[in-house]
């Protein structure tokens, strides 16, 4: 995963909550550690929210494929999903989107994510 993808996903999930979204924090965990996180976002949200984790869809849908399985992975190895621990660490204990957020930004913080390789300079100065 690059770091584009968890401040998308943040970014998402920062709009669904600015839009009166709360998901249970019990049940989100559970979608979690089951892998289905992002389907079910996208089924309880899409249709109200139609621009939800566009990235997930179309032509970007590929990147997705690889990287949402590495986010969900990367969380259920390194967060504690007990209610005592997320309260105590993240503050968090009503909305589970808060968590996903507080999660994603964890992963920044420890620098979880792959460097993203740099595309070639394309032109003229490229063929030299």
């Known amino acids: 995963m690059y770091l584009e993808h968890l401040t998308y996903l943040i ?7 600015d839009a009166g979204a709360e998901t249970d924090v019990a049940e989100t965990v559970e979608h979690v550690h089951n892998a289905t996180l992002f389907t079910w976002l996208l089924e309880k949200y899409k249709p109200q929210h139609p621009s939800l984790l566009d990235a997930f869809e179309g032509e970007k849908a590929p990147v997705w494929e690889w990287a949402a399985p590495e986010i ?3 969380f ?3 967060l504690d999903p007990a209610p005592n621990r997320i309260r105590k660490t993240f503050g968090i204990e009503h909305n ?9 930004s964890e992963l920044i913080y420890r620098r979880t994510w792959t460097e993203k390789p740099k595309e070639p300079k394309k032109g003229p100065e490229s063929a030299i």
């Open 11 to 17: 970014s998402s999930l920062s709009s669904l909550i």
């Open 96 to 104: 589970g989107l808060c968590l996903l957020i507080s999660w994603a």
């Open 76 to 78: 259920v190895e390194q």
């Open 72 to 74: 969900l992975a990367k």
